[in-house]
């Protein structure tokens, strides 16, 4: 029945109005990779797969990482960031990890090889990365291959429920120096990525809004309005949870800004919280981190309305 209900929504979804678009003339093909394909397609997760794993290797073997970047010869730092997924490594260098850490198991060796290989990929972000900010192209990255993101937003519409104008309004008033084709691939890259919504194994988006996100006037009007539209379309798939948190709740646990969390399908790839600032954004993947999130996050989706309360208090401002 559950599959019925998303193959009656991934049919709707097809046909939904000019408001909820995709893509810009351009990048049509900037498609994010299916689930069928790979649970951990993109460069980004496989890099991160991997530093989680030789991470664990490390550990096993009793060493810490300044000791093996020193027996190695390498920079104080390079061990860290191969651990965390940041940078890419090569294959040679995965396989004088595995010698120092005494790994035997010849399959083993040779499935992180392999990853390490595919890891220094291109995602179809990485051409459009001069519009992105610092630490974004790696939320992409992890964004594709995650099965449930949930979201509080304060002042926004969440990127992947914005229809073209609204995206376009709020990148401009962003940039102090607006320019035509750097907001066109900036746009291009936003509705690109709303393709996991209507993919054939679709993510999960559990979105809490501000009631000011409904409130403030972006783009004029007739954008606004077209933009709660397809707020309130999209809000009837079934993959999408739509929240409003109405004024009248009074304080939060969220009060300090929006966040968004990324939960993973597959137990080796822990969730993680990013926080996106002005100029850059911030990944955090510890324990504790993750846990406080996870609180705020359920405390506000327990004091906003339902998601039939919230359509109906979109609708009505449409109307």
Request: charged residues 25%.
């Amino acid at each position: 029945m559950h599959e019925q209900v998303l193959s009656r929504n991934r049919v709707r979804a097809k046909s939904l109005s000019r408001l909820c678009v995709h893509a810009l003339p351009g990048f049509a093909k900037l498609r994010g990779p299916t689930r069928e394909v790979s649970m951990a397609i993109s460069p980004t997760a496989r890099r991160r797969r991997l530093g989680i794993e030789l991470r664990r290797l490390r550990e096993a073997a009793g060493l810490n990482g300044a000791d093996v970047a020193a027996a190695l010869g390498w920079s104080g730092t390079k061990v860290s960031r191969i651990e965390t997924g940041r940078v890419s490594v090569h294959h040679g260098d995965v396989g004088d990890l595995l010698d120092h850490y005494k790994v035997a198991d010849g399959t083993l060796r040779q499935e992180l090889i392999t990853l390490a290989r595919e890891s220094r990929q291109k995602g179809w972000w990485h051409r459009h990365r001069d519009t992105l900010k610092t630490g974004f192209d790696y939320y992409i990255g992890l964004e594709s291959d995650a099965a449930t993101i949930r979201t509080y937003e304060a002042q926004v519409i969440p990127g992947l429920l914005q229809t073209e104008a609204y995206a376009r309004a709020v990148m401009e008033a962003a940039a102090m120096k607006p320019d035509k084709t750097y907001i066109e691939k900036k746009a291009g890259v936003r509705l690109a990525r709303q393709q996991l919504l209507t993919r054939d194994a679709p993510i999960r988006l559990h979105a809490v809004l501000d009631q000011a996100v409904l409130m403030r006037e972006v783009g004029g009007a007739t954008t606004m309005s077209d933009q709660l539209a397809c707020l309130l379309q999209r809000s009837k798939l079934a993959n999408i949870t739509i929240q409003v948190l109405p004024f009248g709740r009074g304080a939060h646990p969220a009060m300090d800004g929006p966040f968004v969390i990324l939960e993973f399908p597959d137990p080796m790839d822990p969730d993680l919280v990013y926080i996106e600032q002005a100029v850059s954004g911030l990944v955090l993947e510890e324990a504790e981190e993750l846990a406080k999130y996870a609180w705020m996050f359920n405390n506000l989706a327990s004091q906003a309305l339902t998601a039939e309360e919230s359509a109906t208090l979109i609708s009505s401002m449409i109307e």
